[in-house]
């Protein structure tokens, strides 16, 4: 598969997780009486991994997010040659999906975008108040956790078939863990999506969600490398 179909696919896939999730937390989170809460917001990231796992995993492998193509290529099974391309269609793919929900949630009488727009923050703009320390720990742990996840399942001594379950799932959990504390990222790409429609806070506050889940990932890569990759010999 050519790098530009593969690099298409990691668009649509963003696309896909950051519209998803995101906008579960935007338009769903609290709507009046029905709405589907913190619960609800982590099952929508999940099942967007999970669903586009199983739709283009066989394309492209179905990355997504910066930090699982670093931890990937980190603990040597991506090219090098593919980060930048495989980056690119990530941002980018977040920013489409972005554009779409402001288009969509903008709509709705009242809507500002000082309610945060599913921003990642920390400090005031944690929902629980959590200040940065406690940001960078949550998010270079969960990421490091969701590589661990995404190496094991995807190991060809794992039982086959069933890694979207396990990768969804484990997003999920995330999200249930991380949510209070920074809304959860463990993906650069799906922090800059929003954050470059609320700007100020949100774009100052982005480098810490881009450089702790690629600390994460990559830490994770050659951690599971180094400890449960059969040796050479």
Not at 28 to 56: S, Y
Not at 158 to 186: K, R
Not at 201 to 215: D, E, H, S
Request: net charge neutral; hydrophobic share 55%; charged share 5%.
């Amino acid at each position: 598969m050519s790098i530009g179909k593969r690099a298409s696919a990691e668009f649509i896939g963003t696309f896909w997780l950051v519209f998803g999730g995101c906008g579960s937390a935007v338009l769903a989170a609290a709507f009046p009486k029905v709405g589907i809460g913190f619960l609800g917001v982590a099952f929508a990231f999940g099942l967007t991994v999970l669903t586009m796992a199983f739709a283009i995993g066989h394309i492209s492998g179905c990355h997504l997010n910066p930090a699982v193509s670093i931890g990937l290529w980190a603990g040597k099974r991506f090219p090098a040659s593919g980060l930048c391309p495989y980056i690119i269609a990530q941002v980018a793919g977040a920013i489409a999906a972005a554009a779409v929900l402001y288009i969509i949630a903008s709509g709705q009488a009242g809507f500002s975008l000082s309610s945060g727009f599913a921003s990642n923050g920390y400090g005031e703009h944690s929902p629980g108040g959590y200040p940065l320390l406690s940001a960078l720990v949550a998010e270079v742990v969960l990421t490091f956790m969701f590589l661990m996840i995404i190496m094991g399942s995807t190991d060809s001594r794992a039982p086959q078939g069933f890694a979207p379950i396990a990768i969804g799932l484990g997003l999920t959990l995330i999200h249930l863990i991380g949510i209070p504390v920074t809304n959860v990222s463990v993906n650069p790409a799906r922090s800059t999506g929003p954050a470059l429609f609320v700007g100020g806070w949100a774009l100052a506050q982005l480098w810490l969600f881009w450089v702790a889940p690629i600390v994460g990932g990559a830490l994770a890569g050659v951690v599971y490398r180094t400890l449960f990759e059969p040796s050479a010999e």
